[in-house]
């Protein structure tokens, strides 16, 4: 089975920086994509971006596009989310997950989980 585990997450004032780090071991790195995602308290699971192998696509959601940057580590096994001007709203849990070969980009394996925490 492959492994996700997230590290990287804390607490940082509004206007702030994070870099959040995602080791994949085993089955977990054998995958389409890379992907990050949030929930924020009381609210649904959503999608920040992802980074694709093939052609090396990075995709963005809306609310965190220049702000947010998604790279990768061949060496270390490791994807990358650079956050920068880090808002309120950003504060949540944040999820590394990969999509395994041809799963239809379906992301099924799943980290733990890191709080980020931005305060205004």
């Known amino acids: 089975q492959g492994l996700l585990e997230e590290s990287g997450g804390g607490a940082v004032q509004a206007g702030g920086s994070l870099r959040l780090s995602c080791v994949a071991s085993?089955?977990?790195?054998?995958?389409?994509?890379m992907g990050w995602f949030r929930q924020a308290p009381g609210k649904e699971r959503e999608f920040v971006g992802d980074?694709?192998?093939?052609?090396?696509?990075?995709s963005y959601a809306e609310s965190v596009k220049g702000r947010f940057t998604i790279s990768r580590n061949n060496a270390r096994n490791t994807v990358y989310l650079q956050m920068n001007s880090l808002k309120a709203e950003d504060t949540a849990v944040y999820y590394c997950?990969?999509?395994?070969?041809?799963?239809?980009?379906?992301?099924?394996?799943w980290g733990q989980g890191t709080q980020v925490t931005v305060s205004s």
């Open positions: 997950a990969a999509s395994s070969p041809g799963n239809g980009g379906v992301y099924d394996h």
């Open positions: 980074i694709r192998w093939s052609g090396y696509k990075v």
């Open positions: 085993g089955r977990a790195f054998v995958s389409d994509a």
